[in-house]
């Protein structure tokens, strides 16, 4: 039996190497490569699994008076169907995991985040060949040399192995992390576009609009006199309401390009779920922050602020500068606000919460999410301060950013 319990320790110790290098590849053939590695593997663990509980209970001493074509025969159905069920608990453990991973990064439409950028470099190179091969080999030989006799080659063996799985899984870590930063970086490229393309669109359809109020405004200039002088006042009234409704365009016209393209993006898709959205802006057209910080920072607030507020709600968002101080200030009205007034946080007995931010550069606690680690970097990069406060029916978000502070750098 303690052979048994030995190659349960065996197997169990295998499968969680399997499942943490498993979750630290992006791309399909990565996965692929290191799935039919690992399944050649695990037919080799259940061949001498069986092999062990055959010996350790004298099956094999029974039977070898017995033609040996069927001991093999049971050996191998025995042994695939231990495969068939460390691949069915694998999946089920995999799952999972996955699933508390999702939820904790909160994971926002991740086809559009992942889809174009697998497209870019995933061709398999040598390098990925010796990860896929040697981790779960040395992970073998680590396990293995666990139930060696000899202890000196046993340290021996353990310490090369280990430290080659250290070096591999460091090299491994540094290039995942740089894909996943090319990948947020081609995203944020197609997202700027298509804000572009829609606010050229906007502009386009309320220029369209002037231009032919220009073209008939004699027209109407004489129709209102003949209104005046007939004393029709009420006709007169409807007139310059159908004027004033013409000329006041709903598009954001702050100055600055990028943060009239990303609002008016923002405003369409919140006209869609018939959100309301008021916007107050009072910033240079020239204003010192990048294309890129900007996007990602009002982006995620807006995205945010869309995402949990309910159908007819409403969403204010106001950007201010001032002596070299940008604050942005967004407050949205959350959905079922009854259910949410205090789930998580500190609260102070009056409705309101508090989620850890960013003070003077620094982070006073861990945040969760993909989009607000992005936004606590930005926000510590131009050593800014970001507050976000949830009340029993508001969710309200604060940034201020140095903008003068970047220049140091």
């Not at 409403?314 to 007034?341: A, F, G, P």
């Amino acid at each position: 039996m303690i052979s048994i319990y030995k190659n349960l320790v065996f197997v169990s110790l295998f499968f969680l190497y399997f499942l943490f290098f498993k979750l630290l590849f992006d791309s399909a053939e990565k996965k692929a490569l290191l799935t039919s590695v690992y399944l050649v593997l695990m037919q080799v663990i259940a061949k001498i699994f069986i092999h062990v509980v055959f010996a350790e209970h004298g099956w094999l001493e029974k039977m070898k008076g017995r033609p040996a074509v069927p001991i093999e025969m049971y050996r191998i159905i025995l042994s695939n169907l231990l495969v068939c069920l460390f691949i069915k608990i694998y999946i089920l453990i995999y799952k999972f995991l996955l699933n508390r991973y999702n939820n904790r990064f909160q994971k926002i439409e991740t086809k559009k985040l992942f889809i174009e950028a697998d497209r870019l470099d995933h061709h398999l190179y040598f390098s990925d060949w010796l990860e896929a091969v040697l981790i779960p080999c040395m992970s073998m030989v680590v396990i293995g040399t666990f139930f060696m006799d000899n202890t000196r080659c046993r340290i021996v063996w353990m310490t090369m192995a280990v430290y080659s799985i250290n070096l591999m899984a460091q090299d491994l870590y540094m290039r995942t992390r740089n894909e996943r930063s090319s990948t947020v970086f081609v995203w944020n490229i197609q997202r700027q576009a298509e804000q572009y393309r829609a606010y050229c669109h906007s502009l386009g359809e309320a220029w369209e609009r002037n231009r032919r109020f220009r073209h008939d405004l004699k027209k109407q200039y004489m129709l209102e006199r003949i209104y005046l002088e007939r004393g029709e006042y009420e006709k007169l009234e409807q007139e310059y309401d159908r004027v004033i409704q013409i000329t006041s365009s709903r598009e954001v016209i702050s100055g600055h390009v990028m943060t009239d393209a990303i609002l008016s993006c923002k405003r369409s898709e919140a006209d869609q779920r018939q959100i309301g959205l008021t916007v107050e802006t009072s910033i240079p057209t020239d204003l010192a922050i990048s294309d890129y910080h900007l996007n990602m920072l009002l982006g995620n607030i807006l995205d945010n602020a869309i995402r949990h507020t309910g159908l007819g709600g409403q969403i204010w968002i106001k950007m201010v500068y001032d002596r070299q101080n940008l604050l942005i200030h967004c407050k949205n009205t959350v959905d079922e606000c009854e259910n949410r007034s205090t789930d998580s946080g500190s609260s102070d007995g009056c409705g309101e919460s508090f989620v850890p931010g960013i003070k003077n550069g620094v982070a006073n606690s861990e945040m969760h999410g993909i989009g607000l680690h992005i936004m606590r970097e930005i926000v510590a990069y131009y050593n800014g301060t970001m507050d976000i406060k949830r009340t029993n029916c508001e969710y309200i978000v604060m940034i201020i950013l140095e903008l003068t502070y970047q220049k140091l750098h």
